[in-house]
């Protein structure tokens, strides 16, 4: 069976502060895709990346970075200098091919970055 | 990527009557879904859009609730129907697409409902 994982519910922080969204994972597919999306206030879903099981590489984009390790099934996503606007709900959600790469979500992080 | 774009974005409905949310895509794209977020949740999918054929649908969601459309490769229809409160939530349509590096769901910006 296919689950994500999102155990902290809320997260509060103070601007500027680093933050780390957890996610652990299972899956018995070694071909899948691991995704994190941004849910702001307005209800949009945001996409902010996507890694396939096969990299494990660690990714950086500006602020934010992704530690995909698969030894511990885990992607967890990580705010350096964290912002007012980055306040939102988080979900992190996988897709593989047994489940013709139909998305399971976390159940969210909500983080409040206060100023 | 996709953009993908829905009506209503939202709306306060009275219960027992039906709505029609739209999705369309900038782009032709294989597969669309449709997702459910009922307030404070995380999304749960619906189903499955198939173009030219029956939807194909999740556990616990049945057609005759949630019929959809897909009359060709960049729009889809979802209705509510018969709605109740407990119906109240966000709904979105997403795509996958697919990219150079892999495919990629993208999501519509949502249709809130508010049933009274």
């Known amino acids: 069976a296919q689950k994500v994982t999102q155990a902290q519910t809320e997260i509060s922080v103070v601007e500027k502060e680093d933050v780390t969204l957890d996610c652990v994972y299972e899956t018995r597919d070694t071909t899948y895709y691991l995704f994190w999306y941004k849910q702001p206030p307005s209800g949009e879903l945001v996409f902010l990346i996507r890694?396939?099981?096969?990299?494990?590489q660690n990714e950086i984009s500006g602020r934010y970075s992704w530690n995909f390790q698969k030894s511990t099934s885990s992607f967890n996503f990580t705010i350096t200098a964290s912002q007012v606007v980055d306040s939102a709900v988080y979900f992190c959600?996988?897709?593989?091919?047994?489940?013709?790469?139909?998305?399971?979500f976390g159940s969210g992080t909500r983080l409040l970055v206060r100023p | 990527s996709a953009v993908i774009s829905q009506k209503p974005s939202r709306d306060i409905c009275q219960r027992g009557t039906s709505l029609t949310i739209q999705c369309q895509v900038d782009s032709q794209v294989t597969m669309m879904f449709w997702y459910r977020q009922q307030p404070g949740q995380s999304l749960t999918l619906i189903a499955t859009?198939?173009?030219?054929?029956?939807?194909?649908?999740e556990s616990g969601f049945v057609i005759d609730k949630f019929p959809i459309s897909r009359p060709n490769l960049t729009f889809s229809t979802l209705t509510v129907s018969n709605m109740s409160p407990e119906d109240s939530s966000i709904y979105l349509c997403?795509?996958?697409?697919?990219?150079?590096?892999?495919?990629?769901?993208?999501f519509g910006e949502g249709s809130w409902l508010t049933v009274v």
């Open positions: 890694r396939n099981s096969f990299d494990e």
């Open positions: 859009a198939n173009q030219g054929s029956e939807a194909t649908y």
């Open positions: 959600a996988l897709s593989t091919m047994d489940s013709s790469y139909k998305l399971i």
């Open positions: 997403s795509v996958e697409d697919q990219g150079k590096t892999g495919n990629t769901i993208y």
